[in-house]
């Protein structure tokens, strides 16, 4: 004889009993039982690891001038005295635009672009032809 219960207010269904006690979780350690109580494991002699790896590449050249700098290009690996070309730079513009403000006029606007120190200073190999790097004066 089962005796049937009415949900009236809503509430959820009661739980269904579980296992009273479920398997234990797998043991940490697989098949090998844990080490005795003050076990010390016996100190491996320490391992000396030797990497090579090939010869890397020459660091970024030695600082550059504002004019031609002996260095080595990373490109041909020769060692050379850079060529230098000489291009306006935003400091180049702003000067020229505080010349012509101050100045009242265009005359002194075009000074900046004929001075070599207010210019960036690009080097190149004069070999290989290949950008090597670039001064900007401060």
């Known amino acids: 004889m089962t005796i049937k219960l009415e949900n009236k ?3 959820p269904p009661p739980y269904e ?3 009273p006690n ?3 979780p797998p043991s940490y350690f697989g098949n090998n039982p844990p080490p005795p109580a003050g076990f ?3 100190e491996a002699p320490p391992r000396t690891t030797v990497i090579t790896s090939p010869q890397a590449p020459a660091g970024p050249p030695g600082k550059l001038g504002p004019g031609p700098t002996g260095t080595t290009c ?3 690996n020769k060692t050379v005295v850079t060529r230098v070309d000489y ?3 935003n400091r180049t513009h702003i000067i020229s635009a505080a010349l012509c403000i101050l100045a009242g006029c265009c005359c002194g ?3 900046p672009y004929c001075m070599r120190s207010c210019k960036t200073a690009n080097h190149y190999c004069p070999q290989c032809k290949a950008f090597v790097g670039a001064f900007t004066p401060s």
């Open 9 to 11: 207010m809503g509430l």
């Open 17 to 19: 009993q579980s296992v």
């Open 22 to 24: 479920p398997a234990p």
């Open 40 to 42: 010390v494991a016996p």
């Open 74 to 76: 990373q490109t041909c």
């Open 87 to 89: 291009v306006p730079n």
């Open 109 to 111: 606007c075009f000074v």
